[in-house]
């Protein structure tokens, strides 16, 4: 939805807050998972959860400015839902595994 209104400075400015929006409940969940865990544990998932932000963060920002240049605001969204597509794959993967 947020792809088409790209166009507009609303849209962008709407595509941000519901970006920013999603991260940060995101990390709120994720930190009270961990932090429910013992302390030998909380500290090596922690530091594998902020590593991986970082490498996540680097990732995408470097996808999203070549979907930019390539594609402009289309592209960066296509960026994004293929990357959410991913991380379903990736979760259904590990959830499977677990059950």
């Known amino acids: 939805m947020l792809g088409f209104a790209g166009t507009y400075i609303i849209g962008i400015i709407l595509g941000i807050i519901v970006l920013d929006f999603g991260i940060q409940r995101t990390m709120d969940s994720t930190q009270s998972l961990i932090y429910s865990l013992s302390d030998s544990e909380r500290s090596r998932l922690n530091t594998v959860f902020v590593v991986s932000n970082f490498v996540g963060g680097a990732v995408g920002s470097t ?31 590990f959830e499977s595994k677990r059950a």
């Open 63 to 93: 996808l999203g400015s070549i979907a930019w240049n390539l594609y402009n605001w289309i592209g960066v969204c296509m960026v994004g839902i293929i990357m959410l597509l991913l991380a379903f794959a990736v979760n259904f993967n």
